[in-house]
């Protein structure tokens, strides 16, 4: 695989996905492109051997997969699914999020936007930035509401920085205030309701018709490849589009494999916990498994023999920064896949699962390295655990290294997209059979 291509592609996505509601609506256009049929929630579904399939949960999350082939699952007992071979990723980053009510005149000079932050994000990077600003609205129709994506795709606001010369100590470190530091400033005071016409106008509709809204500012300078051999990749929300995306191209190339449903997931909210209806927090996943098992008699069952792969950025060793790395688990940018461990359980890697991994990149031909938290430098977690609580299989935490994690610029190495999809292909095409409690095959 290409993977300055791949790079580009990615960063044609990334840049297309300002918010976790454009990118679930541009994973739905590339499956129904692939041939992935949507379904409602709330309708029945008729699911057909050898068809696939999407489903979407707030406009913000998403799963997708591949029914088997009816003479691969085989008949009678064992029924057409054998299994559910799984990934997971989410849609959701740091950024900053408009209230309501957001207009905050300074005098008759200026208008500011009130903000609060969404996620642990990096807040000083955030300074001095063109901003846009994207998401969706609810408006008001002739039978209803309907919500509606608007992404203005042009700077419309900027949190200007203090000059040095009036904090003298601006570079000895400073907590920020939020709630009066980082008001961004979108015009003059000419401008007022401006922002609200213009929203209105990308949702097609009036400013009095517009009920609700859940926007996002964020950082609008385009993703690029950089370095002197183009070694390196920067944009907003590599964290964790760059997996999202990833493991949706490992599920459309892959063969399907024998009685294996191959299922990706891509869920919103785990900057925040994850504990939302869409969230991996929720029953969404085991929702869609049940429908797809037929029930939950037999769910238990093929639980058993199924497998997930947690998809979530790492850190790789800062160069400025070695020290904050483990002295013999550190990742760097270019060099593969990373599998994830922790001895608190932030992640779902165990013995096995990372063996099982392990045997599928070899298999693939992709690099991998192990990432783990300097013991006293305690890292974040990520979605693997929150939704083995509701689906308990045996599952692996995975990720790409990236450096400036949770800035609205982050970067990343330029082959490890094309290194995680060709490790996805190999695994939705591969078939993961447990034989025993603690043992898989790999036909």
Excluded at 42 to 64: D, K
Excluded at 363 to 374: E, S, Y
Aim: aromatic share 8%; hydrophobic share 40%.
């Amino acid at each position: 695989m290409d993977h300055l291509d791949c790079a580009k592609r990615m960063l044609s996505f990334i840049d297309a996905s300002p918010t976790c509601f454009q990118a679930v609506a541009n994973l739905s256009r590339d499956l129904r492109e692939s041939g992935f049929e949507p379904l409602d929630e709330a309708q029945e579904w008729n699911l057909v051997p050898g068809r696939c399939y999407y489903v979407t949960r707030n406009q913000s999350a998403l799963v997708a997969f591949r029914m088997p082939h009816a003479a691969e699952g085989g008949q009678g007992e064992e029924g057409l699914v054998q299994g559910f071979q799984m990934a997971a990723a989410h849609a959701d980053s740091p950024l900053l999020k408009i209230k309501s009510n957001p207009e905050m005149p300074f005098g008759d000079w200026y208008v500011r936007l009130n903000v609060e932050r969404y996620g642990g994000m990096l807040c000083r990077p955030w300074f001095d930035r063109p901003l846009s600003v994207a998401g969706r609205v609810v408006v008001r129709t002739a039978q209803g509401v309907e919500s509606r994506l608007v992404d203005l795709g042009r700077p419309v606001a900027l949190i200007p920085s203090l000059a040095i010369h009036m904090d003298r100590a601006a570079n000895e470190g400073h907590k920020l205030s939020v709630q009066k530091e980082m008001l961004p400033l979108v015009g003059t005071g000419a401008s007022a309701g401006r922002l609200q016409q213009q929203v209105a106008d990308a949702a097609q509709a009036a400013p009095k018709d517009v009920l609700g809204a859940d926007l996002f500012l964020y950082y609008c300078q385009p993703g690029c490849i950089w370095g002197v051999d183009q070694e390196f990749v920067s944009s907003r929300q590599l964290d964790d589009l760059q997996c999202a995306w990833a493991l949706m191209e490992g599920l459309k190339a892959a063969a399907p494999a024998p009685g294996r449903v191959a299922l990706c997931a891509v869920f919103d909210n785990e900057e925040v916990g994850s504990s939302t209806k869409q969230g991996a927090a929720s029953p969404f996943l085991l929702d869609v498994l049940g429908r797809i098992a037929g029930g939950s008699r037999v769910l238990p069952r093929l639980l058993a023999n199924s497998f997930l792969v947690s998809a979530d950025n790492a850190h790789g060793v800062h160069p400025n920064y070695a020290d904050k790395a483990d002295p013999t688990n550190r990742v760097v940018l270019n060099q593969g896949v990373v599998v994830k461990e922790s001895a608190s359980q932030r992640y779902t890697t165990d013995g096995i699962s990372r063996a099982v991994f392990s045997l599928i990149c070899q298999q693939a031909g992709v690099p991998l390295q192990t990432f783990a938290n300097h013991a006293d430098v305690p890292g974040g977690s990520t979605l693997g655990n929150l939704a083995s609580s509701h689906v308990a299989v045996s599952a692996v935490d995975v990720g790409l290294p990236q450096l400036a994690m949770h800035s609205p610029y982050e970067t990343a190495g330029v082959k490890d997209a094309a290194y995680l999809v060709q490790a996805m292909r190999s695994f939705y095409g591969s078939a993961l059979v447990r034989t025993a409690d603690g043992s898989f095959e790999v036909r």
